[in-house]
C-alpha cells in the first residue's frame, strides 16, 4: 500500500460502551436516549469519538468516567463493528467494550445529566443500529468470564450470603441455578471466609454471612465454574 493514498480511505472510529449494573439484585444496563440525528430520540449505548491523541481503550475509559465519574474500573474489549452501513449517519467503525460497575457508586449527578438510566436486562427496550448485537456480545463475554472466574467481589456487599452470590450468578445468565448445587459449587473452591454472623431474614434457622478471601490467600482462583452449574 502507497502511503500518499491513504487520504483516500477515510472512516470515523469511536467507541461505545455497555456498562452493566448491579443494583437491588437486577442486572441492569446503562442507555440513554440519543440527542442527535440519526435516531434521535431512540435509546443508545453510551459512546463517543475516538479522539486523535488517544488510543480506543483510553477513550472507553475516558467516556465511562465522563457519565459515571468512576475511574479504575476494569473495561474489557467486545468485538469491533465495521460494517460499512451499520451506522446511517456515515462510515464508522466503533469498538464495543463492556463494564460491570456497582450502581450505588457512580454519580447520579453525571447519570442525570446525560439524561441516561438503569434498565433491567428483560425490560430493555430496542436500541438504535447494531447496539443489540454490542449488548449481546458482550454479555456473552461477560458470562464466560463469570463461568471461569468468580465475580461479585465488587458487586456485593462486604458480606453476603451464598443466597445472595447465587442470584447474582442466576441475573448474569438469565436462569435459575439449583441452589443445593450451587453453594456445594461454589463451597468447594474455598475462596469464601464463613462469618459467625446469619441472616435471619432467609428463613428461622438464618443463613451465614460469607466474605471473599484475600486474593493472595486463594491458591487457585480459575476455572471456576462450567456450564453444568
Sequence with gaps: MQYDKYHNYKRFVSVDCVIFGYEQERLKLLVFKRAIEPAKGKWSLIGGWVKEEESVEDAARRVL?????????????????????RDPGGNVLTIAFYAMIKVEKHS?????????????????????????????????????????????????????TITNLRNLYSEIFQKQFDPGNFRKKVLSLKILHRLDEKDMSESRKGAFYYKFRDIEEVEFVDPIFKRSI
Design 65 to 85: 468516567h465522563d457519565i459515571t465519574g468512576l475511574k479504575d474500573v476494569f473495561l474489557e474489549q467486545v468485538q469491533t463493528f465495521s460494517k460499512p452501513q
Design 108 to 160: 447520579n449527578e453525571l447519570i442525570n445529566e446525560f439524561g441516561a438510566q438503569w434498565i433491567s436486562l428483560p425490560e430493555l427496550p430496542p436500541l438504535i443500529f447494531d447496539h443489540d448485537q454490542m449488548v449481546q456480545r458482550a454479555l456473552e463475554k461477560l458470562r464466560l468470564k463469570a463461568s471461569y472466574e468468580m465475580i461479585g467481589r465488587q458487586l456485593l456487599p462486604e458480606k453476603f
